[in-house]
């Protein structure tokens, strides 16, 4: 069974940046798009960016768009999102997903306050 832990998530104040990391084990992530999703309290789940297999196609949600980066290194089989100039809005808990083995992680908190 594919596992996904994320990591990074943390209290950081509104235009500060944080680097999510997702690893993943019992599959090569080098075969499949990645996607990080998030989930603020109440709201439903919101696409935050996806990736290809190579690495050079990307998508955003518009919400963050220009703020936020996704990357990923195959051969350690790991997937970042960096985010720039968070927002209170950009709140919530943060998930890694390899939507076509239905795997998703347990999700990082990230809080965006003064």
């Known amino acids: 069974e594919a596992q996904l832990v994320e990591s990074g998530g943390d209290l950081v104040q509104p235009g500060g940046s944080l680097r999510l990391s997702c690893s993943a084990s019992?599959?090569?992530?080098?075969?499949?798009?990645m996607s990080w999703y998030r989930q603020a309290p109440e709201k439903e789940r919101e696409f935050v960016a996806n990736?290809?297999?190579?690495?050079?196609?990307?998508n955003y949600g518009d919400s963050v768009k220009g703020r936020f980066t996704i990357s990923r290194e195959n051969n350690m089989n790991v997937v970042y999102l960096q985010m720039n100039n968070l927002k209170p809005e950009d709140t919530g808990v943060y998930y890694c997903?390899?939507?076509?083995?239905?795997?998703r992680g347990q999700g990082t908190q990230v809080t965006v306050s003064s």
């Open positions: 997903s390899a939507p076509l083995l239905n795997a």
């Open positions: 019992r599959f090569r992530i080098s075969a499949y798009y």
């Open positions: 990736i290809d297999p190579t690495g050079r196609r990307k």
